[in-house]
């Protein structure tokens, strides 16, 4: 019991010899709760350092904010991305540091969700927004928040994507997409056989041209 070799109860005066058992007992004890104490702190201390990295090699920004949104961790990564330290961001309201205030809403739209879902610690929510630096520059970006609950309270981990190339390959495919409707030039799709499957506005005369003949 506890790991250690138990008090023998010896002859004597048995109500002394009782109590010293007792007394040793309850050292035992204090001494397994106190290692016991000190381990837990160390593997603590360890997971906290462990986080810590993570959270410092992570290649997007992450926040973590209480359920308020204020700021209570702020990475590295974050701090090169939207130009604010550390130290001087902790505390603040999330939506009102990193987000354009047209998307504030939506940004307390989301937290509700976790209010609302029975099972918060496994429901992540994203959605899409437009961040601002501490410039004053703006671009889209894709936050998803996810609750961690802690022993004493619940906090949100909230994982900030800069989404500006990916916006940007959208808007191409789009204006590559518009390009044959809007083009005045004539632009025909074939098939292998060479049936038109395909022909912009601009074509049209030439297709009348072609039935005529």
């Known amino acids: 019991m506890l790991g250690r070799r138990q008090p023998v109860l010896e002859k004597g005066n ?11 007992f309850i050292g035992n004890v204090l001494t397994a709760r106190e290692e016991m104490r000190r381990e837990h702190e160390t593997e603590l201390k360890q ?3 462990i986080h810590q990295a993570i959270l410092e ?17 702020f990475n590295s990564t974050a701090e090169k991305v939207f130009g604010y330290r550390r130290d001087d961001v902790i505390g603040i309201l999330f939506p009102s540091l990193i987000i354009r205030a047209e998307d504030n809403r939506q940004f307390l739209q989301m937290m509700k969700r976790f209010e609302s879902d029975a099972h918060s610690e496994d429901l992540e929510v994203r959605s899409e927004m437009v961040g601002l630096r501490g410039d004053g520059t703006q671009f889209p970006v894709e936050v998803a928040i996810k609750s961690i609950q802690l022993p004493l309270k ?21 204006s590559l997409a518009k390009f044959p409707t809007e ?3 004539p632009i025909l799709r074939v098939n292998r056989p060479g049936v038109i499957i395909y022909a912009n506005p601009a074509s ?10």
Do not use: H
């Open 14 to 24: 048995q109500i002394y010899v009782l109590e010293d058992w007792i007394k040793q």
């Open 47 to 49: 997971s906290e350092a």
């Open 57 to 73: 090699a992570a290649l997007d920004p992450i926040i973590t904010i209480d359920r308020k949104g204020k700021i209570i961790e």
């Open 154 to 174: 619940e906090v949100f981990t909230a994982y900030v994507r800069d989404i500006s190339s990916r916006k940007r390959a959208e808007e191409m495919i789009t």
């Open 183 to 185: 083009s005045p030039n």
């Open 204 to 213: 049209a005369p030439l297709l009348s041209y072609w039935e005529d003949r």
